[in-house]
């Protein structure tokens, strides 16, 4: 830490040096500062989007998708407990950016009657184009990983896997409702110039990327999504360019909530599972559910089959070994049914699902 006056209303406070911009706690301002000659210069393009959530209201919202979610909706509420909830405003660059992809490739015919597959005349060369314009958001922090689910915010409505940490603010910031939208304007829109109050009690997170950095990692973000939307296209992609122009980028604070939650079911169940904290991610401005994790995901049902069929299958033992061979039959059957839940549950890979409609649609330019 170290004691800086601010550039704008020169009251003194301690700033984290490291961050690349520094906020003034007094008058909002927003600064960055060159070590080496103490030069500071305000940053004037520093937004917020107002944080309009509180914690109890995030908790009765968790609680009514967990609901939703359960076979059982009357019996829910005693069985989901929250066990910590904290919101957060992160600061994101947003790049806005028009975006322009050619693609080339082969797409199979479809007439397959004569199959002449060595000299390559089953295919048809096709090619396109398309335009989109994204308000691309980048985080400005250091480590992606500090809160759950910020790494992996994009869901794109097309069948394409993310595997990138930037999101296209307006269609993210619009998905994952479960009540009506209390706010009509978009969260970009309702936007003000950065000012502590606005976060309604929540940590202001510093800014440590630089602008520089945010461009180039939207500009790879893009090229990767619209390569992979270019390969939905054809069989075989052989040429795809995207060409970028970036219209101008802001830094905005952008309220999040992350919670984390147990079940612990009241039926049989209850014996064979083991509560496991599970996460969500909600949005601070219209309190869409961004990411979630299921109570009991496929893998902890596998698991417990396993354990309930294990059980039979001893059962079973013990009878054919007292009563008749034949029921060694029944054993084996259940063995093999244990060997192929335990397996299957070992080999799935925990995932956290998509939630909501998909509203993600990235916004088109010129139709
Ligand atoms: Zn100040």
Request: net charge neutral; with cysteine.
């Amino acid at each position: 830490m170290y004691e800086l006056a601010c550039p704008a209303c020169n009251s003194a406070s301690q700033f984290d040096i490291q961050d690349y911009l520094l906020m003034c706690p007094f008058c909002s301002a927003t600064f960055g500062i060159d070590m080496e000659s103490g030069q500071k210069d305000v940053f004037g393009d520093h937004y917020i989007v107002a944080n309009t959530s509180n914690a109890s209201q995030l908790k009765s919202l968790i609680t009514e998708w967990l609901k939703r979610l359960d076979h059982k909706p009357g019996s829910s509420e005693k069985e989901y407990f929250i066990t910590n909830i904290r919101g957060l405003s992160i600061p994101y660059w947003i790049v806005s950016m028009e975006c322009h992809t050619a693609w080339k490739g082969l797409v199979q015919k479809q007439n397959r009657s004569r199959i002449d597959t060595q000299s390559g005349n089953d295919y048809l060369i096709e090619s396109g184009q398309f335009k989109r314009n994204y308000r691309w958001a980048i985080s400005a922090r250091a480590n992606i990983c500090e809160t759950w689910g910020i790494s992996r915010l994009h869901e794109p409505k097309e069948d394409v896997q993310a595997q990138w940490d930037g999101f296209p603010l307006d269609s993210t910031f619009s998905r994952g409702q479960i009540q009506d939208i209390q706010n009509s304007k978009s969260a970009y829109d309702s936007r003000e110039f950065f000012e502590f109050k606005f976060a309604n009690g929540l940590p202001i997170l510093g800014i440590q990327i630089k602008d520089e950095e945010a461009i180039r990692r939207s500009r790879m973000h893009v090229e990767q999504y619209h390569l992979s939307l270019a390969r939905n296209n054809v069989d075989y992609l052989i040429d795809c360019r995207t060409e970028i122009e970036i219209a101008g980028i802001q830094l905005i604070h952008l309220p999040f909530w992350y919670a984390s939650y147990v079940y612990r079911p009241k039926s049989v169940l209850r014996h064979f599972y083991r509560p496991k904290e599970k996460n969500v991610i909600v949005e601070g401005y219209n309190n869409g559910i961004l990411a979630g994790e299921l109570p009991i995901q496929h893998r902890d049902k596998l698991w417990v089959n396993s354990i309930v069929s294990g059980i039979a299958t001893l059962a079973f033992l013990l009878l054919g070994l007292a009563w008749h061979p034949s029921l060694f039959l029944v054993a084996l059957f259940g063995m093999v049914i244990t060997a192929a839940s335990a397996y299957s549950a070992a080999n799935k890979a925990d995932q956290s699902i998509k939630i909501g409609e998909n509203k993600n649609e990235p916004l088109k330019v010129g139709g």
